[in-house]
């Protein structure tokens, strides 16, 4: 059975959540994808808070 909690949000409504097995569920408001790692998924996180130039 696969869990799902919220351990990061940022006020730009992009989330990060562990869903198990060292996997992570990285959203923001457009659309959600999955990695393996905390690392990469705080990595992800950034590169979506990133201002587009």
């Known amino acids: 059975m696969e869990f799902k909690s919220r351990i990061f949000a940022t006020s730009r409504g ?25 690392r990469q998924a705080h990595e992800a996180l950034q590169r979506q808070e990133k201002p587009a130039l």
Do not use: E, Q, R, W
């Open 14 to 38: 992009s989330t990060i959540d562990a869903i198990g097995d060292g996997k992570y569920l990285v959203c923001n408001p457009a659309y959600c994808f999955m990695v393996h790692g905390l």
